[in-house]
């Protein structure tokens, strides 16, 4: 499973960044990589939650995820 991790400022400073592929799936941080950091993090919650209540296969599963260069 690759998610793709979307990252972006808002006006006032703050980075957010989502995963579209898992809806809902969005996190601001103070930086690009406390942003990043806790939407990866929220993510792996949703994938265990979704495993433990039989909503995934639950073969071996492997994620990864793309992020996108600093800019």
């Known amino acids: 499973m690759t998610l793709l991790v979307e990252l972006d400022r808002e006006e006032d400073g703050r980075w957010i960044a989502e995963i579209s592929a898992i809806p ?17 993090a929220l993510a792996l919650r949703v994938l265990a ?9 639950p073969e071996a599963i492997t994620v990864s995820f793309v992020i996108p260069a600093a800019a």
């Open 49 to 57: 939650d979704r495993l433990e209540h039989g909503e995934a296969v």
């Open 24 to 40: 809902g799936c969005l996190a601001y941080g103070r930086t690009r990589e406390e942003a990043l950091s806790r939407v990866e």
